[in-house]
Nanobody, 117 residues
Framework: QVQLVESGGGLVQAGGSLRLSCAAS????????MGWYRQAPGKERELVAR???????NYADSVKGRFTISRDNAKNTVFLQMNSLKPEDTAVYYC???????????WGQGTQVTVSS
């Protein structure tokens, strides 16, 4: 079983920065994909960024050049550095682990990010 705990959310002014962290307990493998999703009120959950085994990444177009995802396999942790935040980045951010073998998804409980204009 895998448990994910996010931290680092909060309230920030537009143009500011936040760094989200997600610590995973249980069996996480370096082959698993780790990522961040977000869900704004009244909208569907969407991919923000993910990082694959070996370190390759992909990002939503809306965050390219502003957000950076990274992972520490030794500590089973994934990070999301968010710079130049905009009010439209306001959402609950969820950590995700997707098993390479079997495709099972695990989710954290979410952390609120609010960007004021």
């Amino acid at each position: 079983q895998v448990q994910l705990v996010e931290s680092g959310g909060g309230l920030v002014q537009a143009g500011g920065s936040l760094r989200l962290s997600c610590a995973a307990s249980g069996s996480i493998f370096s082959t698993d994909t780790m990522g961040w999703y977000r869900q704004a009120p009244g909208k569907e959950r969407e991919l923000v960024a993910r990082i694959f085994a070996g370190g390759s990444t992909n990002y939503a177009d809306s965050v390219k050049g502003r957000f950076t995802i990274s992972r520490d396999n030794a500590k089973n942790t994934v990070f999301l550095q968010m710079n130049s935040l905009k009010p439209e980045d306001t959402a609950v951010y969820y950590c995700n682990v997707n098993r390479y073998y079997g495709g099972k998804d695990y989710w954290g409980q979410g952390t609120q990010v609010t960007v004021s204009s």
